[in-house]
């Protein structure tokens, strides 16, 4: 997914040819639908985002300067439209839970992740991250699961640099907490 192998792709879209664009939508869809999903957490609404920023991205090619990678900007798409959906909805009340776990019960579940099959793994880390606030998902998604720099995550959210690392510290800590939650749910109904 690097800038080099995108720029034939682009030309040629540019130049009029829809199966390039085709091949664009191939190479990043489930990049676009993970992103909007980390961040709208609804699978149709992911799908719509996802939809709607590539669209978008088609519509707007002409401003894409080629200074970044495609998928930076791609990224940037998404996200802003992802808030956009998220924005729009009716504001809905949410009781708060109380969250505080004894520290022995997080060791204990912290010990016992290793002993779970991978997609159990796969499952909780999904369903954790889901708990996430949207922007703090979308950081920590980008960092860990698409390897992007901090500058990177800059370019695509457009927040500052220390803003980025204080979304994504407490994004690492709300996971923390949220695995230990969960781990501990799992541990439960084993047991």
């Known amino acids: 997914m690097d800038k080099a192998n995108d720029i034939p792709l682009l030309k040629a879209v540019k130049a009029g040819d829809v199966s390039a664009f085709a091949q664009i939508i191939d190479k990043y869809q489930h990049m676009a639908f993970t992103l909007a999903m980390g961040i709208v957490k609804n699978k149709e ?3 719509e ?5 590539f669209f978008k991205a088609y519509k707007s090619l002409d401003k894409f300067k080629g200074d970044a990678n495609f998928s930076t900007w791609l990224y940037r798409i998404v ?10 909805r009716k504001p809905v009340s949410a009781d708060l839970e109380s969250k505080e776990v004894a520290q022995f019960e997080m060791n204990y579940a912290e010990s016992n992740m290793h002993q779970l099959e991978k997609q159990d793994r796969k ?7 889901g708990k996430l606030k949207e922007e703090d998902a979308f950081i920590v998604l980008l960092y860990y699961y698409k390897d992007n ?7 695509t959210t457009g927040l500052s640099a220390s803003n980025v690392k204080v979304k994504l510290h407490r994004g690492r800590k709300q996971l923390q907490k949220e695995l230990n939650l969960l781990l501990r749910e799992e541990l439960n109904t084993i047991l």
């Open 45 to 47: 609404e992911a799908e």
């Open 79 to 88: 996200y802003n439209t992802a808030i956009s959906k998220i924005r729009s």
């Open 49 to 53: 985002v996802a939809q709607d920023a």
């Open 149 to 155: 720099s901090i500058d990177e995550i800059t370019d």
């Open 123 to 129: 499952k909780i880390l999904k369903k954790a991250l």
